[in-house]
């Protein structure tokens, strides 16, 4: 195969491996009618872990030393992908629309440059500083329903700012995986940040549980985990790595962008969402946000 098959097929991996990222607001909308969500997030990243921990346990023995020093890091991003980032878009999907879930999951590029420059001293100038702006303004545009009132009344819908809150999750996530350097390897550090992820969700499992709903063990359940944890979990995690590995950090950042029209698509055809003149201003907001906010400086001569 030459270069250049190789390097078609590696773009069309940009447009492929959303289809399955974006698969996630399916399970938010559609798995939470039939699974508690806290119940769907914990499921689902246990049943991750069982399905690779037979292809990293060997390697994984070996490394023993490197996860006993590396364990809190590893708890952290998996409290943050997989806990936050797992839970709170099904407890979204409860109240708000796949359509919204993604766009407000769009501006994650967006506060990573904000929580990086508070936290790990980036750099920000005056354009970056537009562009966080105007990406909030397009996401609360989408959570008002560009209702002003809403915004004045607090009166926003509770979905929408899960989704915020799991946006704020995912640039967490995204900057720590980035600045804590690990000596694991790939999928043997995925397997113990779902591993751990599980283990953050545990004990809110289990008051939702007692307190607010029952898990219904029946072949909705397990048709629902079992779409979770390899859909929008193992092949679009695997997926895109290998985009990573063939185009890079930066042009494989664009899949979230495409990730958000598929998203529109799903609510669209699979649960007859409309879409409004607020979606297109607040997407047409975001999008021009984050080029702002990504825009490099212009070197004088």
Known sequence: MNTKTNNLLAFSLLFIQPIFMASNLIVARGGVEYVPPISLAFWRWTVVFFILLPFTYLSLR?????????????????????????????????????????????????????????????????????????????????????????????????????MLAAAIGWALYSIYLFYWKTKLEIFQ?????????????LPFYISEEIFFERTIFNQEFFMWVVFAAVSPGIVAFTLYTMAQKKLGASLTGFTLYIFTIYGAIYGYFLFEEKLENYHLVGTMLVFFGIYLAKKKNVQKN
Do not use: H
């Not at 980032?85 to 109240?95: E, K, N, R, S, Y």
């Not at 550090?189 to 969700?201: C, D, H, K, P, Q």
């Open 62 to 162: 070996k490394s023993y030393k490197i996860m006993k020093k590396e364990y809190k890091k590893l708890f952290f991003l998996g409290a943050t992908g997989c806990g936050v980032c797992g839970a709170f878009p099904f407890l979204a999907g409860q109240t708000t629309t796949v359509t919204n879930m993604g766009i407000i999951y769009t501006s994650s590029p967006v506060f990573i440059i904000l929580i990086s420059s508070i936290f790990f001293n980036e750099k920000i100038n005056l354009t970056k500083i537009i562009g966080l702006i105007v990406c909030l303004i397009g996401v609360f545009a989408i959570i008002i329903k560009g209702d002003l009132s809403l915004l004045i009344n607090l009166n926003f819908t509770i979905g929408d700012l899960w």
């Open 189 to 201: 550090r995925f397997t113990l940040i779902a591993f751990f992820g599980a283990v953050s969700l």
